[in-house]
């Protein structure tokens, strides 16, 4: 059965940078169009960056510029650096298939922006 693992949050100061990973096991994501997406308390979960099977991104505008979404086909993982971050960048991030049927949502990892 596939499983998600997200990592890489934290508590971080307005301004600073994180890096998050998400791994896959029992499948393989390198065909598929990958994404990461975030939830605020109290929001929806909205998608922030996506990366197609042939490394073209897309981001969110809240994001872009910001945001740079990469992946690692080799080890089954995808990456999101976070640069500049604000208050508003608070959320818990995961990752997931951006298009279609998706796997099983893993855990997040949680994200603070705050001074």
């Known amino acids: 059965q596939a499983q998600l693992v997200e990592s890489g949050g934290g508590l971080v100061q307005p301004g600073g940078s994180l890096r998050l990973a998400c791994a896959l096991s029992?499948?393989?994501?390198?065909?598929?169009?990958m994404g990461w997406f975030r939830q605020a308390p109290g929001k929806q979960r909205e998608l922030v960056a996506s990366?197609?099977?042939?490394?073209?991104?897309n981001y969110a505008d809240s994001v872009k510029g910001r945001f740079t979404i990469s992946r690692d086909n080799a080890k089954n993982t995808v990456y999101l650096q976070m640069n500049s971050l604000k208050p508003e960048d608070t959320a818990v991030y995961y990752c997931?298939?951006?298009?279609?049927?998706?796997?099983?949502w893993g855990q997040g990892t949680q994200v603070t922006v705050s001074s």
């Open positions: 997931n298939r951006a298009v279609g049927s998706r796997y099983s």
């Open positions: 990366i197609t099977y042939g490394e073209r991104p």
């Open positions: 029992g499948s393989s994501l390198s065909i598929y169009t």
